[in-house]
């Protein structure tokens, strides 16, 4: 199966002809590329908007996909009553094939199977079977292609790199890289390098211009001498000099239960991780008006690191399960792919139990923690019968609403985070939860929101910590965030006056609340 370009089964090497129904195409290539059993129930929120008969619909789609890909005593296409799975070998699929030899593990490819790798992975994935109209689907595609694009760069930078590539043909492959990749460092620096060392020092001094412009209109600052030094033998990868700058860099990894965390660096300095909350979206965050100030204050002075939890964002949305036990070891799994050692970790709302969690499992490595509109017990824990009925009936408007045009269902939370929000803020945070997660597993973090409790870890927190929180927070009180403070030991507790769970960049608690974390954290980011 080819997925990179447009859709081609072959048999025999011989391509075959595919439905023409790009629903059932798009189904093949999800089923083929996610490699693991899903619910009948959520292929069919992902493919059919509400048709007369989804489970007809599907049971129509498998019928033409069983013949393509099941063979003479072969059955790659499994399906049962719930649930649906294709199995195919990597050497079957070449995206997974390419994924495969890239492991950092793995050997280094010969450089003429490096050659066509490069060629594979400029087509386009899936080209040709997008569905704007289907969110789910097409959030998946673009995380899809988010790490094609890492996987050309790298295929690229090793081409580049490669002791039997000569001048002519290291500069063909780093520009096709600073090209991919313009506001790469690395890219950028080995250009310039190998422009003077053919003895075209004007045009490497283009670059170097061209390079510091759009730095600086990307808000990066100037470098003056970066481009310019020469690398020594010894020179760290490029993920380290990319935390030079303030540009963000998009990666994924896996959990323990094979669902695929996308997350993102930017900025210089040391680490500050943030634990995901509700809910996260890495591309879309920045153009916020609720998170960009407050994100692009961490990166100014830090390599800030966060992370799209399971279900949403650039994230798996199809998961087995959403849990807080999951959402830990997501966060074990970034901190091990990124080969951190010690940081300062930073929880909001749901985020703050997580943190405490996994600041108790790896006290050698969380140097602080900073906690912000947090509680230990979830709302399940203690609720009065009223409570629970409320926040059932909460749900419930949910799973009918949630991705409907009409934002009046996910209105219900964004009043709540941000009761004094502007009109535009509040429309942007509706139209944001719509683009972030399904209906379905906007039902599923609340489910499992009511669960969480770490009361009992508390006590066991050795890290220095800072607890903040709006005074008149409407969604998390402030006896739940004092509860915090006064069972982790010696933890700094400091009210924020303000109504809202997200502290907006235009309010006076926002200045308040990153001065007191800035102190901190130069007091104790160790």
């Not at 700094?492 to 609340?513: K, M, N, Q, T, Y």
Request: net charge negative; aromatic share 8%; glycine share 6%.
């Amino acid at each position: 199966m080819h997925v990179l370009g447009e859709l081609r089964v072959l048999h025999g090497g011989e391509p075959i002809v595919l439905p023409p129904s790009k629903k059932t195409r798009a189904l093949l290539v999800y089923l083929a590329l996610t490699g693991r059993p899903h619910r009948r129930e959520r292929l069919c929120d992902m493919f059919w908007d509400l048709p007369d008969d989804p489970r007809g619909a599907l049971r129509w789609a498998l019928s033409k996909i069983r013949p393509l890909v099941n063979g003479p005593g072969q059955t790659r296409l499994e399906a049962d009553r719930e649930r649906v799975s294709l199995s195919v070998r990597a050497a079957e699929v070449d995206l997974l094939d390419l994924r495969q030899t890239l492991r950092p593990d793995a050997a280094d490819p010969p450089l003429d199977r490096l050659h066509a790798m490069a060629a594979a992975l400029s087509l386009p994935l899936l080209d040709g079977l997008d569905l704007p109209q289907f969110d789910a689907y097409q959030a998946w595609l673009t995380a899809e292609r988010e790490e094609v694009l890492h996987l050309r760069l790298a295929v690229l930078e090793r081409l580049t790199r490669h002791r039997e590539t000569s001048d002519g043909a290291a500069l063909k492959w780093v520009r096709d890289w600073h090209a991919s990749d313009p506001l790469s460092p690395e890219a950028a620096g080995i250009l310039v390098r190998t422009l003077k060392k053919i003895g075209r020092s004007a045009e490497a001094e283009a670059v170097v211009q061209d390079y510091q412009r759009m730095a600086m209109e990307a808000g990066l600052g100037s470098i003056p001498d970066l481009l310019a030094q020469r690398a020594p033998e010894d020179a760290p990868p490029a993920d380290s000099v990319r935390r030079l700058l303030q540009h963000q860099t998009i990666g994924f990894c896996e959990s323990e239960d094979r669902v695929r965390i996308a997350y993102a660096t930017v900025g210089e300095g040391p680490p500050l991780v943030k634990a995901a909350n509700w809910l996260n979206h890495l591309e879309l965050d920045w153009s916020s008006l609720i998170w960009a100030r407050t994100f692009k204050a961490f990166a100014a002075r830090h390599t800030f690191i966060r992370y799209d939890e399971r279900g949403n964002g650039l994230s798996d949305w199809d998961v087995p399960e959403i849990s807080f036990e999951c959402f830990v070891r997501d966060l074990e799994a970034i901190i091990d792919a990124l080969g951190l050692t010690r940081f300062p970790l930073l929880g909001m709302s749901q985020g703050c139990a997580v943190s405490i969690a996994y600041a108790v499992r790896h006290p050698e490595r969380v140097s602080a923690l900073v906690l912000i509109g947090g509680y230990a017990a979830g709302w399940r824990i203690g609720a009065t019968p009223e409570e629970r009925e409320r926040r059932e009936a909460v749900m419930t408007l949910t799973r009918l609403g949630w991705g409907r045009d009409n934002s009046a269902y996910r209105h219900i939370f964004s009043q709540t985070f941000m009761p004094d929000g502007t009109p535009e803020e509040l429309a942007w945070f509706d139209d944001f939860q719509r683009q972030t997660t399904s209906p379905e597993n906007a039902v599923r973090f609340q489910e499992a929101f009511g669960d969480i409790d770490v009361r009992h870890l508390l006590g066991q927190v050795r890290a220095p910590t800072l607890v903040l929180h709006a005074r008149h927070d409407e969604r998390i009180t402030l006896a739940q965030g004092r509860e915090l403070a006064i069972g982790i030991p010696g933890a700094r507790f400091v009210p924020l006056e303000s109504r809202s769970h997200i502290i907006l960049g235009h309010e006076p608690a926002w200045d308040v609340c990153m001065d007191e974390i800035d102190r901190f954290l130069d007091i104790h980011n160790l």
